[in-house]
């Protein structure tokens, strides 16, 4: 066999072996769905609501653990990511929710992952710190710590995307319930308000 023979052969192997080889899948990304405007006044001021995190939390990939196998690892799914880090999105999900007006607001998100019971069997939580300040003089009106945990449809990333984005909801309707508990006005130091998880 001649040179010219044995690099035909060699072309048409390299060739075979890339049509054979599969493409890499591309990550599906994933928001917490079309914000829900509840603003019905036309106003046009954003609330001012800042969230922070751990630098662990500044991460796109989406977290779960296997609490009956190994609680102390952390994980991620491969092909399902959020499209921007949970401090953020959780931010433009709050900002775009006007009835917040009246207060600054600083929450740092503590925890945001899903977590397997068993191997068919999963939850999301998700824990933070709230603190509202009175627009005007920067006063603190109150604090509170709030853990919230939302059973998953299917135990995968898609039941865990979904969940997420239900807890956020209901993120938004217990931030506001708190909210409207407060004071007007801040009194003494502030700090009547503050309170522990619920």
Same mark, same amino acid.
């Given at each position: ?40 006044? @036309? ?21 779960? #653990? +296997? ?7 952390? #994980?991620?799914? /491969? ?10 999105? +959780? ?18 998100? +503590?925890?945001?992952?899903? %977590?397997?019971?068993?191997?068919? !069997?999963? !939850?999301?939580?998700? !824990? ?24 998953? %449809?299917?135990?995968?990333?898609? @039941?865990?995307?979904?969940?997420? /984005?239900? +807890?956020? %909801? ?10 409207? #508990? ?17």
């Amino acid at each position: 066999m001649n040179y010219s023979s044995v690099l035909l052969l060699l072309v048409i192997a390299i060739s075979a072996g890339c049509s054979i080889t599969p493409k890499q899948q591309q990550a599906a990304l994933h928001d917490f769905g079309a914000p829900y405007s509840r603003n019905e006044s @036309g106003q046009s001021i954003k609330p001012a609501v800042t969230v922070t995190a751990p630098k662990w939390l500044w991460d796109n990939r989406i977290r779960y #653990r +296997l609490l009956y196998a190994a609680p102390t690892q952390i #994980r991620f799914y /491969a092909l399902d990511r959020w499209i921007a880090a949970p401090p953020e999105l +959780l931010e433009q999900q709050l900002v775009d929710d006007t009835r917040s007006l009246d207060y600054l607001l600083n929450i740092r998100l +503590l925890d945001f992952e899903q %977590q397997f019971e068993s191997s068919d !069997r999963a !939850r999301v939580v998700m !824990r933070f710190y709230l603190e509202a300040y009175a627009p005007d003089n920067k006063v603190l009106l109150g604090a509170h710590e709030f853990h919230l945990e939302q059973t998953t %449809q299917t135990p995968d990333a898609s @039941g865990a995307v979904t969940a997420f /984005a239900e +807890l956020v %909801q209901q993120a938004e309707d217990r931030i506001q319930a708190w909210l409207a #508990r407060l004071p007007g006005t801040a009194k003494g130091d502030g700090r009547s308000g503050i309170s522990s998880a619920l």
